[in-house]
């Protein structure tokens, strides 16, 4: 593949995944805002994180996030812990609830998705899952730290 199709492909894929990611969203039914879901999603992501890595990685400003997470820490979602590093360092982690809770979300998109996905070919559905587990070898490989 040359650079001008693997570009192509990629912009084409990004773009496919973002627009599933605001259907199911939009299709699901959800218990709290999709901004507080995405927030729980970031953070089960990073795994204990500054508010400063949200912010960066959410795209938006430290007061925005600081706010964001409030919120979540408010409902029970997340706590905040020290450092180990640094202890003057607040770090951002999920609570029990906060996990449940982004386990009910995700099963509600899932369950938005699945009577599309029923009414793909069983050829195409082995076709998506094979695609899936190429996404997420390619996501998994980036975010390892490099040796």
Do not use: Y
């Not at 912010?55 to 997470?69: E, F, G, K, N, R």
């Not at 409030?70 to 029990?96: C, F, H, M, N, P």
């Amino acid at each position: 593949m040359n650079d001008t199709s693997v570009n192509e492909t990629g912009s084409r894929l990004l773009g496919a995944v973002a627009r599933l990611n605001r259907w199911a969203t939009r299709h699901a039914e959800l218990s709290i805002p999709p901004a507080q879901g995405r927030l729980l999603s970031l953070i089960d992501d990073l795994g204990p994180a500054r508010i400063g890595e949200l912010a960066v990685a959410d795209h938006c400003s430290q007061p925005t996030m600081t706010t964001q997470v409030q919120r979540v820490e408010s409902a029970g979602w997340a706590r905040r812990s020290t450092d180990s590093k640094d202890a003057r360092v607040a770090l951002i982690e999920l609570t029990d609830e906060g996990r449940q809770m982004l386990a009910s979300l995700r099963a509600s998109r899932a369950r938005a998705l699945a009577p599309e996905l029923e009414r793909l070919s069983p050829e195409e559905r082995a076709a998506l899952r094979s695609a899936t587990e190429i996404i997420l070898r390619v996501v998994d490989t980036s975010e390892r730290p490099q040796e």
